[in-house]
């Protein structure tokens, strides 16, 4: 493993990161900063995830004017994005598959932290496409549009995060991101409903 240290910088997220270079082989693949790339991508996700959830108290919108109703679709929609890039586009560049060693372990390991099935994941990862699809990256003749369920991808993104957060190979490429899922999830929905407040009257 190869690692080159250029000068840290800041990323979209707002933390710093060291922006090296690292070289991991799996199997026969070597990528540079894809760990780091996966793993700032679960931010991205849960970042938007939180920015939704924000959105809603008691079954309806905190606020029902456009700009926040188009907000809270948005962010519904990224992290829906997000979310396939790293779990259910096996082409992905940045799937799971290609910075986890252990495939059994891992998915294993995945469906005791969501408390699933196989078959109950591989439902997920359906429906999930399937919104993607037939609402997001295309508008099909579909009549009824079935939201995936955000805590589900909520949970398997900080998983993934902390998986490889807590490697201590694969820490190298992370710089200072977030300690853990759980509190960059925090920070993002206290900033969210933040503004909602502020912007509530």
Request: proline fraction near 3%.
């Given at each position: 493993?190869?690692?080159?240290?250029?000068?840290?910088?800041?990323?979209?997220?707002?933390?710093?990161?060291?922006?090296?270079?690292?070289?991991?082989?799996?199997?026969?693949?070597?990528?540079?900063?894809?760990?780091?790339?996966?793993?700032?991508?679960?931010?991205?996700?849960?970042?938007?995830?939180?920015?939704?959830?924000?959105?809603?108290?008691?079954?309806?919108?905190?606020?029902?004017?456009?700009?926040?109703?188009?907000?809270?679709?948005?962010?519904?929609?990224?992290?829906?994005?997000?979310?396939?890039?790293?779990?259910?586009?096996?082409?992905?560049?940045?799937?799971?598959?290609?910075?986890?060693?252990?495939?059994?372990?891992?998915?294993?390991?995945?469906?005791?932290?969501?408390?699933?099935?196989?078959?109950?994941?591989?439902?997920?990862?359906?429906?999930?496409l399937r919104y993607r699809n037939k609402f997001v990256a295309h508008l099909d003749e579909e009549r009824v549009m079935n939201?995936?369920?955000?805590?589900?991808?909520?949970?398997?993104?900080?998983?993934?995060?902390?998986?490889?957060?807590?490697?201590?190979?694969?820490?190298?490429?992370?710089?200072?991101?977030?300690?853990?899922?759980?509190?960059?999830?925090?920070?993002?929905?206290r900033q969210a409903i933040q503004e909602h407040d502020s912007h509530?009257?």
């Amino acid at each position: 493993m190869g690692v080159r240290d250029p000068p840290s910088q800041t990323d979209a997220l707002g933390f710093r990161l060291q922006a090296c270079t690292v070289y991991i082989r799996l199997g026969h693949m070597e990528h540079p900063e894809r760990v780091r790339r996966v793993a700032l991508l679960c931010c991205h996700c849960l970042r938007n995830i939180a920015f939704y959830r924000a959105g809603w108290q008691h079954g309806a919108l905190r606020i029902s004017r456009q700009f926040w109703i188009g907000a809270n679709a948005n962010a519904l929609d990224v992290a829906v994005l997000d979310w396939c890039k790293l779990f259910a586009d096996r082409k992905s560049k940045h799937h799971w598959r290609r910075v986890v060693a252990d495939h059994s372990a891992f998915l294993k390991d995945l469906y005791a932290a969501l408390q699933v099935t196989d078959k109950e994941y591989r439902a997920v990862v359906r429906s999930v496409l399937r919104y993607r699809n037939k609402f997001v990256a295309h508008l099909d003749e579909e009549r009824v549009m079935n939201i995936p369920r955000m805590r589900l991808l909520r949970k398997s993104s900080a998983f993934l995060y902390n998986r490889l957060r807590s490697d201590a190979v694969q820490q190298l490429p992370l710089g200072d991101a977030p300690a853990t899922a759980a509190h960059h999830y925090a920070f993002m929905y206290r900033q969210a409903i933040q503004e909602h407040d502020s912007h509530a009257k």
